[in-house]
T-cell receptor, first 114, second 112 residues
Framework: AQSVTQLDSQVPVFEEAPVELRCNYSSSVSVYLFWYVQYPNQGLQLLLKYLSGSTLVESINGFEAEFNKSQTSFHLRKPSVHISDTAEYFCAVSDWPGTYKYIFGTGTRLKVLA | KAGVTQTPRYLIKTRGQQVTLSCSPISGHRSVSWYQQTPGQGLQFLFEYFSETQRNKGNFPGRFSGRQFSNSRSEMNVSTLELGDSALYLC???????????FGSGTRLTVV
């Protein structure tokens, strides 16, 4: 069975400071990894994904994540956060085409302080 | 290109009633999934459809059902509503040829 662990339920950080949101997974099969962001009263927006190839993936708004197979991690990082980055972030794994579903972590609430 | 459209955005129902939620996927997408999001349980998988066939179902009681039509639009139904069914219900679509879903804005269901 697969599982996803997001150890930090809340992360407060000052504006323009760096941030890392941690995600660890366990799976007996190869997986694909995703980060989604959710703003209040909205759905999930895809931030970035690891499907294959380079282990470092980047998003258009400055976030990056690195797939580390040996540590079974997919941590999300941003070198300088903005107030607008305040949101909840979810890590997810997929064993497609195994079960055709995501397993989500419990989410990390990022609060950017002025 | 239009995104995933869920209707209605908000619903208030009474215990014991039933409800139907609708999801229109991105044009050309043949796979539709549904998830329930609650503060206590987080994001939980309900079911996934591809070309009108349910390929997987989560661990929810039989009161939760779904279907997909030939145009890929999907509906989910919850019968005999309970207070605990109050949640944000999210629909997601994909072409069905690989991993990765696009989510809609969700339907917020409140059961009173």
């Amino acid at each position: 069975a697969q599982s996803v662990t997001q150890l930090d339920s809340q992360v407060p950080v000052f504006e323009e400071a760096p941030v890392e949101l941690r995600c660890n997974y366990s799976s007996s099969v190869s997986v694909y990894l995703f980060w989604y962001v959710q703003y209040p009263n909205q759905g999930l927006q895809l931030l970035l994904k690891y499907l294959s190839g380079s282990t470092l993936v980047e998003s258009i708004n400055g976030f990056e994540a690195e797939f580390n197979k040996s540590q079974t991690s997919f941590h999300l990082r941003k070198p300088s956060v903005h107030i607008s980055d305040t949101a909840e972030y979810f890590c997810a794994v997929s064993d497609w085409p195994g079960t055709y579903k995501y397993i989500f972590g419990t989410g990390t609430r990022l609060k950017v302080l002025a | 290109k239009a995104g995933v459209t869920q209707t209605p955005r908000y619903l208030i129902k009474t215990r014991g009633q039933q409800v139907t939620l609708s999801c229109s996927p991105i044009s050309g997408h043949r796979s539709v999934s549904w998830y329930q999001q609650t503060p206590g349980q987080g994001l939980q998988f309900l079911f996934e459809y591809f070309s009108e066939t349910q390929r997987n179902k989560g661990n929810f009681p039989g009161r939760f059902s779904g279907r997909q039509f030939s145009n890929s639009r999907s509906e989910m139904n919850v019968s005999t509503l309970e207070l605990g069914d109050s949640a944000l219900y999210l629909c997601a679509s994909s072409p069905g040829t690989g991993p990765g879903y696009t989510f809609g804005s969700g339907t917020r269901l409140t059961v009173v």
